[in-house]
């Protein structure tokens, strides 16, 4: 847990958030300003900055398996979806604990910017 990271705090519950599942290890709630119908964010509740610092990879597969859950919880699952992480400064990452963003309800198209 980071005192300064927005994510943990959210974990925390100490900074309100749209919770859409969770789990032991991962949670899913909607983005502050959704790209899409549906833009849900999918983190690890314990504080790992980026994908580059990720070192357990069952804790990943949880995280990306509560990803198609919430795709199945949001109804995009048939029509399909994108699931994303931005990495790094020239990856687009913001917030510095890492998320995927599940995104769908509209069709996405390649390559992204
Ligand atoms: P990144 O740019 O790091 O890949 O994505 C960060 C995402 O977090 C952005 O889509 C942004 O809208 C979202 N975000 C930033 N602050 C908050 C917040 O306080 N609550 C929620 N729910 N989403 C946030
Ligand atoms: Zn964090």
Redesign the pocket.
């Known amino acids: 847990?980071?005192d300064t990271?927005?994510?943990?705090r959210i974990?925390a519950g100490t900074i309100p958030a749209t919770i859409v599942a969770s789990s032991d290890t991962a949670m899913a709630f909607r983005d502050l300003s959704p790209q899409a119908p549906v833009h849900v964010l999918v983190i690890p509740r314990r504080?790992?900055a980026s994908l580059a610092d990720a070192v357990d990879a069952a804790e990943l597969g949880a995280v990306l398996a509560l990803a198609a859950e919430v795709a199945r919880i949001e109804g995009v699952a048939e029509s399909g979806y994108r699931v994303v992480t931005n990495a790094g400064p020239e990856g687009g990452q913001t917030v510095?604990?890492l998320h995927l963003h599940v995104l769908g309800g509209r069709q996405m198209h390649w390559p992204p910017g």
Do not use: D, G, Q, R
């Open positions: 847990m980071s990271c927005i994510f943990c974990v504080h790992t510095s604990h």
